[in-house]
């Protein structure tokens, strides 16, 4: 949804504010009204959902120095200058200064809403192409962080582009080592919250009264030991992002003061009655299906559904195996700076080997493997020669099929119909396929 455009009118005149506000509110159009230009200046940021409209002749600064203030602070921030009568030499100057259009007194209020509806058109495309231009920035990063070309990991992008500018909070679920705090790491990161505080809490092996105080805080004397105040992660992470790992291990205790602080965004610190406001994004990760827990009486139904607003699913490694060249080739490099070695060279059926196995710790794993790989140190799982051997001629015919199916699918970016061409195979057989081995 676009954000609505405002109109920041400076005028000193009461009367002529008056009238042009009036006016602007009649159209369709919000108006902040102002009388100096140093109460505009305090409204006024680097891409200001809206345009100004400024009196020339101003108590204190006058609509010149605004002017050029505001042409520092955003160039392209459209400024309407109203003049006096007779005032066509600062009129022509405020236009090679930067101003937007001017507005000669006496003016019909049709004419200012007209400029002003024009100056706000431009404003809003101004703003749009900013806005892409930074959601293109953002995918670029994403694709640095979140490697693989597979269709999965291209739509776990792009859900995480979709809301991590909206203040809604989410549910990421995936198998352990599939990469759940990097995802969010990166919907905080590409949020507006990005500079404020990212708070990460593991929730499991914590005991109740101990994660209560990590969550919630404390006042001196709550408890023996407590012998100063604390600031809880909740109200730390005010303003920026709470994630929560391993949210299924959550007592019962605890899930319910969790609930409270997602529907009332409210705390109390221990040993407090005093309430306070909280603002932050929550981001649950669980490896279990909560769903299934709640229903078996193991984790709160309502806690689980204000969760649930967006969910992210993380695909195992084994679902996209046609990834872990990439992530490998990356995690290696990196292994290799981090312990000043010189990377090794990989082999088409080294990478192939690799492929061919279920990596059951995911990505934690893979990473770990080149990590070792990199120090020359051997291991069973990777090493040449050494794969997983299968146990029947039916599991190695499907883990060949998949293997082929994986490199083709990655080589046409994606592409159902230029793969079942490569492989010379119907569609709806590649389909099926696809599904079989997780590639959908």
């Known amino acids: ?145 979140l490697i693989g070309r597979s269709p999965q990991m291209a739509k776990v992008r792009q859900l995480i582009l979709d809301v991590a500018d909206a203040a809604v909070d989410v549910l990421i679920f995936g198998e352990t080592g599939t990469g759940k705090e990097m995802v969010a790491r990166c919907l905080h990161d590409l949020s507006r919250a990005g500079q404020e505080n990212y708070v990460a809490l593991n929730c499991g092996g914590m005991a109740d009264t101990l994660l209560d105080s990590e969550l919630f805080g404390h006042e001196s004397g709550a408890f023996t030991g407590a012998q100063k105040r604390r600031i809880g992660k909740i109200e730390y992470a005010s303003g920026g992002t709470l994630f929560l790992d391993e949210v299924e291990s959550m007592p019962m205790s605890m899930q319910i003061k969790l609930l409270r602080v997602l529907q009332e965004r409210v705390i109390e610190r221990l040993g407090s009655n005093q309430q306070i406001q909280v603002a932050c994004r929550v981001v649950a990760a669980t490896k279990d299906d909560l769903k299934a827990l709640s229903d078996q009486g193991k984790f709160r139904a309502d806690l689980y559904y204000r969760l649930n607003v967006v969910r992210i699913e993380l695909p195992a490694l084994r679902e996209r195996r046609e990834d872990i060249p990439a992530l490998y080739d990356e995690f290696l490099l990196q292994a290799a700076k981090r312990y000043n070695r010189p990377p090794p060279v990989l082999t088409t059926e080294y990478l192939r080997r690799l492929m061919a196995q279920d990596w059951p710790g995911n990505i934690r794993e893979l990473r770990n493997a080149a990590d070792c790989h990199a120090l020359g140190i051997a291991r069973d799982a990777t090493a040449p020669g050494m794969g997983n051997t299968p146990k029947s001629l039916t599991e190695a015919v499907d883990s060949y099929e998949r293997l082929l199916i994986a490199n083709e699918f990655a080589k046409q970016e994606g592409n159902i119909a230029r793969t079942s061409e490569a492989l010379k195979v119907a569609r709806t057989t590649l389909h099926d396929k696809l599904k079989k081995y997780g590639m959908l």
């Not at 600064?61 to 392209?76: H, K």
């Not at 405020?94 to 019909?108: E, I, L, T, V």
């Open 1 to 145: 949804m676009k954000p609505e455009l405002t109109v920041l009118l400076i005028e000193d005149d009461p009367n002529v504010r008056l009238g042009c506000e009036q006016a602007m509110q009649l159209a369709g159009i919000t108006v902040d009204a102002v009388g100096s230009a140093e109460e505009g200046q305090r409204c006024l940021k680097a891409d200001y959902p809206g345009i100004v409209v400024s009196d020339m002749r101003l108590p204190g600064m006058d609509g010149m120095a605004l002017l050029r203030w505001v042409n520092q602070l955003d160039p392209n921030l459209p400024v309407i200058i109203i003049t006096g009568h007779g005032d066509v030499t600062l009129a022509v100057e405020a236009m090679r200064s930067g101003a937007y259009d001017f507005m000669q007194k006496p003016f019909s209020t049709s004419d200012l809403v007209d400029v002003v509806r024009r100056a706000l058109e431009k404003r809003e495309l101004v703003l749009e192409v900013e806005a892409l231009r930074r959601r293109l920035d953002h995918r670029d990063d994403l694709e640095a962080r």
